[in-house]
């Protein structure tokens, strides 16, 4: 929704501002499909070239995410966190038990209580990969953290591409407006015969060249860049609580504590109240 408004409020602005001056759209309206198709098509076809196929493949989704916003919420960490205090009171009680949730978590009874974790595959992975080296006495929680740090790092890498490719395509942009300018100063000059009015007319649509590099650029590619890479950067804060989590498991630390340790790791906004993880916990404990 927010993204929706900024976009609205830059585009009446700008152009609101630059026709209460007294600017005329004609001028603009006349250059810009012509302009739009030297800038945008440079811009996509320099895009095509410089990412891969799986970047590519990833950047219409990744447009629709950062207009849905971050897909954990603080709800959702108080549920992982719910999540893994069962897993980690069964890990120590029964570890033969354990192993059913681990090797077909689809079908764990632990596992379906919380469905918007069960549909993260990333997620589900990463825990149960995790307790599987538990089992296996992979029990070196400096080893194991550093295996889990080494596989968020990628998962961040990964998560990113978009984000960056975009930000790529931003900092070309105002270049592209000014390729297209000249093009248009080169246009201009081949008629530098005609009357003053056509001239004026013919530089102004050069301009136009300049102006919507610039604007695409720092009013629409940019932002629509950062807010990505904050909406992913939101999300993979869920895997470093389950990392915490789960480490603390590894160093034999309370249960509680365990859950405490990852309730901390979360970002301020994101993290839930002591509170509301004790409420969730004992909901949890009288519903089982």
């Known amino acids: 929704m927010f993204g929706l408004i900024g976009i609205v409020l830059t585009f009446a602005m700008v152009f609101g501002g630059y026709v209460l001056a007294g600017g005329k759209m004609g001028v603009i309206t006349h250059s810009l499909p ?13 895009f095509l070239l410089s990412n891969d196929g799986s970047v590519i493949k990833h950047t219409l989704p990744g447009i629709m995410r950062a207009f849905k916003g971050a897909r954990w919420h603080e709800a959702d960490n108080t549920q992982v966190l719910c999540l893994l205090f069962q897993l980690l009171k069964l890990a120590r009680a029964n570890p033969v038990e354990l192993e059913e949730h681990v090797e077909n978590p689809q079908a764990s009874a632990i596992f379906q209580q919380y469905p918007a974790i ?16 538990i089992s296996l006495n992979y029990d070196d ?4 953290e550093d295996m889990l740090t080494r596989r ?17 395509m931003a900092d070309a942009l105002p270049a592209l407006g000014i390729v297209a300018a000249v093009l248009g100063v080169i246009k201009t000059m081949a008629a530098i015969d005609q009357p003053p009015a056509v001239l004026g007319g013919m530089i102004g649509g050069a301009l136009v060249g300049t102006f919507l590099g610039v604007f695409l650029a720092y009013g629409l590619v940019a932002p629509l ?64």
């Not at 302009?35 to 320099?46: F, K």
């Not at 968020?152 to 790529?168: G, P, R, T, Y």
């Not at 160093?251 to 839930?272: F, Y």
């Open 34 to 46: 012509f302009e739009m198709m030297m800038i945008g098509g440079a811009a996509v076809g320099s």
């Open 118 to 133: 069960l549909k993260d595959d990333q997620a589900v992975t990463l825990i149960t990969d995790t307790l599987r080296s």
């Open 141 to 144: 929680p400096y080893q194991v």
């Open 152 to 168: 968020i790092n990628l998962m961040k890498d990964e998560a990113m591409h978009v984000a960056h490719a975009l930000q790529n």
């Open 225 to 288: 860049a950062q807010r990505l890479g904050a909406v992913m950067k939101q999300d993979l804060a869920f895997y470093d609580v389950i990392k915490s989590v789960l480490i603390a498991g590894l160093h034999q630390h309370a249960t509680n504590l365990c859950v405490e340790v990852g309730r901390q790791a979360a970002p301020e906004h994101l993290r839930p109240s002591f509170v509301e993880v004790e409420n969730a916990l004992r909901d949890m404990k009288k519903a089982a």
